[in-house]
């Protein structure tokens, strides 16, 4: 019986989303400049049974709000002028604060989550690192982040394609991600830009690479002095790879060990409190429970969670309490301050 209930919230949440996705399919366009701008697709049978055989696959698998979607607003992904379409289908678990966006937001994020071609897992494994996918939202592209060819893996934007090739079928390509490719600004929600879908500078030619000095003097001048001597110890030793990202969020200890000694075990630390995007203590803070975003430590994430202090619930990943957010923010990086250092022999846990 506890088990049947468990996840008894879910419901309320995707129902409001799906109110929401509805009042879009009613609407007019809210922005007629769209590149892509809406249009019917046509109804004959081949067209309703491809969209019932995605939606029937996505919902096997727990992508509701993508699958209802594509039943209610189908046109938002599916033209009928772009007749491929690759879709990346959000975990509905990432998607259960989406209901307090505006449609508007909600229309530019799920054609941001959608490619006008065909593209299958074998595709993206073919292409490189650095490589952009466009997608139906004007002006905004997707990168392919990394590619693991032994392990059969590929990243966009920093998340992972968790569930690639859930829907092969006619014009029709379906992956499923862990999360969504924009880390979503909560605040001023009012303007209805398309500026709050944050995109990474895709391609290698035209990306700018991190200023890991400037990083380094913030974390300083803001009191982190031991994590700042860490990364300066360590950060020369980065892959090439690590200086090409375009944004990172550091999560700042009070006291690093080890911080002015060479070491594997130090190289390890730094990284495990770095993440590859830009997140605010907002963005953060509206993540589902348990929320894993990869580090720049490979194959270690860290789990965003909630904990209880003084009756009130406060923002703590792996556990840790994050005590000064937002220390320190710009366009390329943020710098949050946590009570101690993560420990990477530790599991996270929510309290």
Known sequence: MAKSCSHWWHAPVYFTVSIALAFIAISTPLHSDLKNASSPLPHNSITHHLLS??????????????????????????????????????????ISNFSLLPPWLLKHLFQYHTSPSKISMRDLLEKSPGSCLSTLLENKKLEITKIDPKQRSVEINHVLVSHPDMFLGGTISVHGVLGPFSPLNSQNFQESQRGFIQTLICGSNSRNFLDWPEIIRMLSSNGFVSFAVGLHTVVGGFPQDFTNFSSVTVFAPPDLALAASPSPLLDRIVRFHILPRRFSYIELATLPQKSKIGTLLPDRDIEVTGRLKNSSRVLAVNGVEVLVPDVFSSKKFIIHGLSRAFKLGELPNAF
């Open 53 to 94: 055989n995605a939606s029937r696959a996505l919902r096997r698998l727990g992508f509701t709000v993508t699958a209802t979607l594509l039943q209610v607003s189908p046109e938002l992904l599916l033209t009928s002028h772009e007749v491929h379409s690759t879709i990346f289908a959000i975990k509905d678990s990432a």
